[in-house]
């Protein structure tokens, strides 16, 4: 990059972006949030056991829930709370559906099956 390009920023700038992007995946848990309904919360923490949220924002959640990173759906959840832990609210997996990025089929396919046809002229 040079001075000249018209999308240059100063060193500090950039910096300065950066830990503006470190301190928002801290206190939002990056891309991560929970949905219910129409309302969403951000995750602060998330494994295969569970997920917190911020207490000051925790609702008392219980029930299918869907989490998503970003836009992209990552697993529909039935959770139950479990308690305060610091300044999150700890919620506990009962049951997690990993999200399909395919329709479920019918029957099997075979391992051997081509992967399409070519019709005739």
């Known amino acids: 990059m040079s001075e000249t390009d018209p999308f240059f920023l ?7 972006l950066a830990r503006a992007r470190a301190r928002d995946r801290r206190t ?7 949905q219910v309904g129409d309302d ?9 056991s569970g997920f917190e ?15 998503y990173d970003g836009p992209r759906l ?6 139950v709370a479990g308690g305060p832990s610091g300044d999150a609210m700890r919620y506990g997996f ?11 089929l019918d029957y ?5 099956a081509p992967a399409g046809y070519i019709a005739a002229p």
Not at 28 to 34: D, E, F, I, K, S
Not at 53 to 67: F, N, Q, T
Not at 74 to 79: A, G, N, P, T
């Open 10 to 16: 100063p060193a500090d700038v950039r910096e300065g």
């Open 28 to 34: 939002t848990g990056g891309r991560l949030r929970v």
């Open 40 to 48: 969403w919360y951000p995750i602060t923490a998330y494994d295969d």
């Open 53 to 67: 949220v911020p207490l000051d924002v925790a609702p008392k959640l219980r029930g299918l829930v869907e989490i």
């Open 74 to 79: 990552l697993r529909s959840v039935l959770i």
């Open 94 to 104: 009962k049951r997690a559906t990993a999200a399909r990025t395919s329709a479920a």
């Open 108 to 112: 099997e396919r075979a391992g051997d």
